[in-house]
């Protein structure tokens, strides 16, 4: 029998990126899953430059990620540009190095059940964390788009996205990373002021739609003026 033409595409976008387990996720298959990502997220304006990091979980025991280098376009990656990275940001395969945000990227993975972690640069995630900052976050309700957040039901959600302050120590961030996990289990991300967003899922798909999700809320927000 002949597939149609919508079954031959359903069939092409869910090899795009996998609904597997993280656990069962290739080095190789992430790498290039990311890469689509990366020109999705750079059409749309929100990791423009160098800025932006992306990581996919493709172990948990040992905890190994395949992870973005530094200092690299998103818009234009390419697999072998993808390091895999242990639970001690140690690199063990690929040439390069992580970012130093890659100790958020293992804060985040040891603290929240997820199989990827990105990182998005926009205008938006910048100017709401600038002018929400001594609110110590935003508040998120009343949008239908929010039943798009794994677990989230209803547009009566109230969705709290933390900012904490930006830091060069790492390790430091890193640790406040964890700490606000442990305070705020039903969080879906959260906000560096001046730095962008940090959001996470069980997988690939849930990642991405994760951040499309906050991404378009933090605009209504700005567009609205409720920046």
Sequence with gaps: MKKSKRNRKREQSSRTIPQSSPNRLAFAEAAACLVEIGKGFHARGWVLGTSGNFSAVISHEPLRLAITSTGLDKGCLTPAQFLEMDEAANVIR???????????????????????ILHTHSVWSTVLSGSHASQGGIALEGYEMLKGLE???????REWLPILENSQDMVELGKRVSNTLRESPGIHGFLLR?????????????????VEILEFLMEVLVRSGAA
């Design 94 to 116: 690929g040439d390069g190095r992580p970012s130093a945000e890659a100790l958020l990227h293992l804060a985040i993975a040891c603290g929240v059940d997820t199989g990827a």
């Design 151 to 157: 677990g989230v039901r209803t547009h009566k959600h």
């Design 194 to 210: 001046g730095h962008g967003l940090y959001t996470w899922g069980t997988g690939l798909q849930e990642a991405k739609r994760h």
